[in-house]
C-alpha cells in the first residue's frame, strides 16, 4: 500500500496570504486549483480511510476498452471522466494510473479540475467539458496555457479563442457541445449555422486558428429501459454531423456515450466514449434497478473505492435501552453494540440511520440509532466475538471469520434514495484516500 500525496504538504496554504490575492495575482503565484486540499494519509490518526484499488482501475479500464474496441484497432478511443475529483478517488493518482495504462484522454468539468491534472504532470489531452470560462478572456487564455481541449458553445467563445489563437500563433482544438435533448448546457440545433460560420471564420491560416476537433452531445437517459429518448438524441446528433460536414468541417471526433451508452448503445459509440463511473467499477444505473443481476461485460467491473473504519468502542445495552442522538433506537434484548468513527460528516449519509448495514468480521450488523456528524452505532450481537479494532467495512467486500459480503454503492444509493455517482462522491475531504497496488 502506498500513500500517494505523502510528499505533498497538506496544510491549506493559507496562512502566506491573509488578504485573497487578486485573481491576476493567483494566476501568477500558483496555478488555479481547487482548495482545501483532503486530510492526507499520512495526517490520518483515525482509523478511518478510502482504499483505492489501482489494479481494479486499470481492470475497469480493459473492460471498457473491449467493449468498444473489440478487435484493438483503436478505432473508438476511451477518455475517462474525471470529474469532482475521479467520482471522489482523487483525480491525480486515478489520472496517473489511467495515464500509464494507455488511456488516449481524460475529461474533466471545471477548468480548475484540468488544471490540477496538468500540474500533476499528466500530459495527455484533456477536455474541460463544463464550457465556463470567466466573462472576459481569462479562463480560455489558461485553457491555451496549459494544452486544454475546452468544450465551446456559441460563436462568441469561438471569436475570443480566435483571437487569442491570433496572437499567440496558435492552433488551439476545440470541441464543440450541441444540446439534442438534455436541455442543460450545448448549442441548439437551431444555433448550428451560425456556430459553424464561426468556426470555418476562425479556421485561420496555416499554423494559427481555431480547429474543430470534436463535436459532441450527451445523453439524458442512456440508462433507461426504454430507449426512445436516446435513439431520439442520436438522430438528432445525426443531423448535427451532417450540418457540420456541410459547411466544410470535419472534426475527427464524434463522441456521445457516458457509461451506460458504451454498454447499451453501440451506436452511440462514433469515435471516442467518455465513461465515468464504469472506469470506477460501479455499473450505470437508474435509480431502483439496482436489484436486477448485472450481465455481459458490465458484471467484470470492479469497485475501485472501499471504505472502512473500526470499531473504537462497544457496550453492552439492557432491553430497554435507546442509543444515539433522539433516542431513534431502543433495544429489545440484551445488545452489543459498537461504534464506528464515521459519520454524515465523512459521506455516510443519515438517511442510512436504522437502515443500512456495516461489515464486520465478514457479517452484517445493523446501523442503529442515528447517523452522528463524527460516529456511527451497529448492532453486533449477531457477530460473535465482535471487538474493538475489528475492521468495519462501509462500503466494498470483507472476507472474514464469519463469511464474506459486499456493500455495493448501489445498495447504499437505495438507502440514501439517491444514485451510485452521489455516493462516491460524497465520501468528503475528512477521509484520506490510501491507494493499493495489489
Ligand atoms: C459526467 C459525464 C460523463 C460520464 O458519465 P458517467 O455516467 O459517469 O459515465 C460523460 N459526459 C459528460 C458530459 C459528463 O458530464
Given at each position: 500500500m502506498g500513500s500517494d500525496r505523502k510528499s505533498k504538504p497538506m496544510?491549506?496554504?493559507?496562512?502566506?496570504?491573509p488578504v485573497p490575492p487578486s485573481r491576476e495575482q493567483a494566476a501568477v503565484d500558483e496555478p488555479r486549483v481547487l482548495r482545501p486540499r483532503r486530510a492526507a494519509p499520512a495526517d490520518a490518526v483515525r482509523p478511518t480511510r478510502a482504499e483505492i484499488n489501482l489494479a481494479s482501475l486499470r481492470h475497469n479500464l480493459?473492460?471498457?476498452?473491449?467493449?468498444v474496441d473489440p478487435a484493438g484497432t483503436g478505432q473508438v478511443k476511451?477518455?475517462?471522466?474525471?470529474?469532482a475529483d475521479a467520482y471522489g478517488h482523487g483525480a491525480p493518482a486515478v489520472a496517473r494510473t489511467l495515464e500509464r495504462a494507455g488511456i488516449p484522454g481524460l475529461c474533466v468539468a471545471l477548468l480548475e479540475e484540468a488544471v490540477e491534472l496538468r500540474a500533476a504532470g499528466i500530459r495527455v489531452p484533456i477536455l474541460v467539458m463544463g464550457g465556463y470560462y470567466g466573462r472576459d478572456r481569462q479562463g480560455l487564455d489558461e485553457i491555451v496555457e496549459h494544452d486544454l481541449t475546452p468544450v465551446l458553445y456559441d460563436a462568441g467563445q469561438v471569436e475570443r479563442l480566435s483571437r487569442i489563437a491570433q496572437e499567440r500563433q496558435r492552433v488551439i482544438p476545440v470541441h464543440v457541445k450541441f444540446d439534442t435533448g438534455m436541455a442543460r448546457l450545448g448549442a441548439a440545433l437551431t444555433d448550428a449555422g451560425a456556430l459553424f460560420d464561426a468556426l470555418s471564420a476562425a479556421r485561420g491560416s496555416k499554423g494559427q486558428g481555431v480547429r474543430l476537433e470534436g463535436l459532441m452531445t450527451?445523453?439524458?437517459?442512456?440508462?433507461?429501459?426504454?430507449?426512445?429518448v436516446t435513439r431520439e438524441q442520436l438522430r438528432r446528433f445525426a443531423k448535427v454531423r451532417a450540418l457540420a460536414s456541410g459547411a466544410g468541417l470535419t472534426p475527427a471526433m464524434c463522441h456521445a456515450a457516458n457509461s451506460a451508452a458504451v454498454f447499451a448503445f453501440a451506436d452511440s459509440r462514433f469515435d471516442m466514449v467518455r465513461p465515468g463511473i464504469a472506469l470506477f467499477g460501479v455499473a450505470p444505473r437508474e435509480?431502483?434497478?439496482?436489484?436486477?443481476?448485472?450481465?455481459?461485460?458490465?458484471?467484470?467491473?470492479?469497485?475501485?473505492?472501499?471504505v472502512r473504519s473500526e470499531v473504537v468502542a462497544l457496550r453492552e445495552l439492557q432491553p430497554g435501552d435507546a442509543i444515539g442522538y433522539g433516542h431513534t433506537h431502543r433495544v429489545?434484548?440484551?445488545?452489543?453494540?459498537?461504534?464506528?468513527?464515521?459519520?454524515?460528516?465523512?459521506g455516510l449519509s443519515r438517511q442510512l440511520s436504522n437502515r443500512g448495514h456495516l461489515?464486520?468480521?465478514?457479517?452484517?450488523a445493523p446501523i442503529v440509532g442515528a447517523i452522528s456528524m463524527d460516529l456511527t452505532t451497529i448492532d453486533v450481537t449477531d457477530v460473535p466475538g465482535a471487538r474493538i479494532g475489528d475492521e468495519a467495512v462501509v462500503l466494498g467486500s470483507q472476507d472474514g471469520p464469519l463469511g464474506s459480503d459486499t456493500i455495493t454503492a448501489d445498495e447504499l444509493a437505495a438507502h440514501m434514495g439517491t444514485i451510485s455517482w452521489e455516493v462516491l462522491t460524497a465520501v468528503s475531504r475528512r477521509v484520506p484516500r490510501f491507494y493499493r497496488e495489489p
Open positions: 496544510t491549506p496554504n493559507l496562512a502566506a496570504s480493459r473492460v471498457v476498452t473491449r467493449v476511451v477518455w475517462g471522466v474525471l470529474k450527451h445523453l439524458a437517459c442512456a440508462d433507461a429501459d426504454d430507449p426512445g435509480p431502483g434497478a439496482a436489484s436486477r443481476t448485472l450481465e455481459g461485460p458490465l458484471a467484470e467491473l470492479r469497485p475501485v473505492m472501499k429489545q434484548r440484551v445488545s452489543r453494540i459498537a461504534t464506528v468513527p464515521i459519520g454524515y460528516a465523512d461489515l464486520v468480521r465478514g457479517r452484517r
